[in-house]
DNA sequence: ACAATAGGCAAGCGTCTGCTTGCATGTCAA
DNA sequence: TTGACATGCAAGCAGACGCTTGCCTATTGT
């Protein structure tokens, strides 16, 4: 999960699916080259996918023959989790 | 600063700090050793050390010939500045 | 001064990653 | 059925990444 976040590209899909929930992948495609200028070929985009699904930070609904993808924010806890705020030890 | 965190050995240096601060770059490395039994050399800890540094995960402080090390977990704030929690749209 | 200690710099190497290209699969509409 | 559309699979490649090795600098103790 946190080799997902590792690349601008997916973190750049998360930001979009943050802003639209329920897009197609091309829907996400073209909204990617519109408003960031990512250029990439629709594959690499499903590759970028693949990754951030397995993470679990996005779920997939299939519906015919389209795919529809959420992003799901619940594994980055994870990382509050793992280093929370250290404890105010004075009272 | 999401790539420093896509290591496990970066993430396993920011556990072992988490645990004990101001520890030294020798110390850091037996301990490392010791509970979870990673065997790098000490300029692979050093290198990613580094990283985890420029991306102001880590503060050092030079003391003689020592270098103290700190975590720092202040940038883990932009994750969920990036991607708060979705707005409840149901009163 | 001299040796030991704590750390730094840089080159080299195997592996992983992100991307492209080409083709295959499955679905909808006429 | 046939063709257009949305997506999946896989090989290949250039570059990035993590690690080791070898040597260098600086500080401390005797």
Redesign the interface.
């Known amino acids: 999960m ?2 997902a ?2 690349d601008e590209t997916r ?1 750049a899909i ?2 979009e699916l ?1 802003a639209r929930d329920d897009q197609t992948l091309f829907e996400l495609c073209s909204r990617l080259a519109m408003h960031r200028g990512i250029t990439s070929t629709r594959q690499a985009i499903s590759q970028h996918l693949a990754v951030l699904e397995e993470a679990g930070l996005v779920v997939t609904r299939r519906e015919g023959r389209c795919k529809f993808l959420t ?1 799901d ?1 619940q594994p ?1 806890d994870e ?2 989790r ?2 929370p ?2 404890k105010e030890t004075d009272p």
Do not use: C, S, Y
Request: positive net charge; glycine residues 0%.
């Open positions: 946190f080799r976040l590792a973190r998360l930001d943050a992003f924010r980055l990382i509050q793992r280093w705020p250290p």
